[in-house]
């Protein structure tokens, strides 16, 4: 008997390459989230530092610099802030492609399934054909014998 060959092997292939192709999507969203996050850190270790520059020393206050640092802060803080809403879409963007990469998933694994099936199913109707065959001639053999 011919070996198994699933008709949808076409499409198992396509699915398969969809779902890859989600999972590389989802790899690159989330490296985009974790620049954002290593930026909003760096962010965050300037502004201390800012603050920390503006924080009066004892003796002379050297004002061009303070109000340097104070400009400093408000470019830091406005960075911060574009960070934050960049954040925000980029981990919406995480969470749809996430959600892509699970439909691709599931559609693959229904094929999957069909597949196995369809395998068990031609198994199992090799072994019952087996069975008949091997029925027929054990019959054969008595019919034989009793002639």
């Known amino acids: 008997m011919a070996a198994f060959r699933f008709r949808l092997a076409t ?5 398969r390459t969809v779902r890859d192709q989600a999972r590389a999507h989802l790899a690159q969203a989330q490296h985009a989230a974790d620049m954002l996050e290593e930026r909003l850190a760096a962010l965050r270790r300037e502004l201390d530092a800012a603050r920390r520059e503006q924080q009066l020393q004892p003796g002379a206050v050297d004002v061009d610099r303070l109000l340097a ?3 400093y802060e408000a470019v830091l ?3 911060e802030q574009d960070v934050l809403a960049q954040r925000e879409l980029v981990a919406a ?4 492609r996430r959600e892509l990469l699970l439909a691709a998933d599931r559609d693959l694994k229904a094929l999957e399934k069909l597949q196995q099936r ?3 199913e031609q198994l199992a109707t090799m ?3 087996a069975m008949a065959e091997l029925d027929e001639a054990a019959r ?3 019919g034989e014998n009793t002639s």
């Open 93 to 96: 963007e995480v969470e749809r």
């Open 127 to 129: 072994a019952r054909r």
């Open 77 to 79: 803080r406005y960075q």
């Open 69 to 71: 640092a104070t400009r």
């Open 140 to 142: 054969n053999v008595r």
């Open 118 to 120: 369809q395998a068990e």
């Open 11 to 15: 499409l198992l292939k396509l699915r």
